[in-house]
């Protein structure tokens, strides 16, 4: 009598290591995009008159909205489908980063 084979890995497809490779990469930004927060900060204080004691909730809010809306777009994509969520993205970043930033935007 043989044991039952164990199925293989996804990890073990060139898509799984794709996958990986992709969320890796995702990781890496999402640690650069908090670095860059944090580099920012001073300015930030400096601009909008804030103490030091108040700079702690700058990143806190702008982690708690990330964190936020990645739940978001992460229900999103299970009712909606991957395929329909993933390109919406970029568009609504684009979106509000011409809505937020005066310098880029149109509407003035």
């Known amino acids: 009598m043989t044991a039952p084979s164990a199925p293989a890995s996804f990890l073990a497809t060139r898509r799984g290591r794709l996958t990986l490779v992709l969320l890796c990469a995702v990781a890496f930004f999402d640690f650069v995009d908090v670095s860059i927060v944090n580099v920012a900060l001073p ?7 804030f103490s030091i004691q108040n700079l702690q909730w700058v990143l806190s809010s702008y982690m708690l909205t990330y964190g936020g ?16 969520i993933l390109p919406s993205g970029p568009r609504f970043d684009n979106y509000l980063d011409s809505y937020l930033n005066p310098r880029y935007g149109s509407h003035q």
């Open 43 to 49: 300015s930030i204080g400096h601009d909008l008159h």
């Open 69 to 84: 809306l990645l739940l978001l777009g992460g229900r999103a994509a299970d009712l909606l489908g991957r395929r329909r």
